[in-house]
């Protein structure tokens, strides 16, 4: 009800966030951030930051895992002036399994049939052991980002680039093999952001695509 800036219906998850007022958008944040299909706010020009991404937690860990683990793996993820927040939330789509490092890479997990590299943030899971540099490197790949050694990928696979995020004990050239880097390039950076927005933009256009067969079915 655009008159009275209220919405008539309640918003589907309001007794998932009860913290929230029943009737309000997105998360009452509507300068800096977009309606997520009713869902989580994903501020995209907010002064807070650029990506918020949110995920659910599996930790098969068997122990508590640091409470400081999201909070490392963003500021990994947040270089050169773009910034990407991981965030814990239980009703999240997108899902960070934790679990033993010996199972770890081998059973990246695929949710709704999504490959772990298609860079999708709608929904899909990631495995890392717990670790933020791990962490953020395979949400590296779910942003798109390819391994340095890889033929894809924009940065050139030479030693001053061995410290970054996306390089790997599988690095084709063995005397590179790293997996401690966490350092990203701009191009990266830049990249990871339109990765995600474009995702983002597209899991859009399909869930409208779906409400608009639904009407004519
Ligand atoms: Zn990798």
Redesign the pocket.
């Known amino acids: 009800m655009p008159d009275v800036g209220r919405f008539f219906n309640i918003d589907p998850l309001s007794e998932k966030y009860a913290y929230q007022s029943h009737y309000n958008f997105s998360e009452n944040r509507v300068v800096n951030a977009r309606e997520l299909e009713g869902l989580e706010a994903v501020p995209i020009n907010g002064n807070e930051c650029d990506i918020q991404w949110k995920v659910k937690i599996n930790n098969n860990l068997g122990a508590d895992y640091s409470k400081t683990l999201l909070s490392d793996t963003s500021k990994i993820l947040s270089q050169n002036g773009v910034t990407i927040n991981v965030v814990e939330d239980a009703n999240a789509t997108f899902t960070v399994n934790l679990e033993n490092p010996k199972v770890d890479?081998k059973n990246m997990q695929l949710i709704n049939g999504e490959s772990a590299m298609d860079g999708d943030t709608y929904g899909g899971a990631v495995t890392s052991k717990d670790s933020p540099r791990t962490l953020a490197?395979?949400l590296?790949?779910k942003a798109g980002q390819d391994?340095i050694f890889d033929d894809t990928s924009k940065v050139p696979n030479t030693a001053e680039n061995k410290d970054n995020l996306?390089n790997?004990g599988?690095n084709t050239n063995e005397s590179l093999q790293s997996t401690t880097g966490t350092k990203l390039q701009e191009v990266q950076s830049n990249d990871m952001k339109s990765h995600i927005n474009t995702v983002y933009q597209n899991t859009q256009k399909i869930i409208n695509n779906e409400k608009n067969n639904n009407k004519t079915n």
Do not use: F, K
Request: net charge negative.
């Open positions: 890479l490197h395979e590296g790949h391994h996306m790997s599988g």
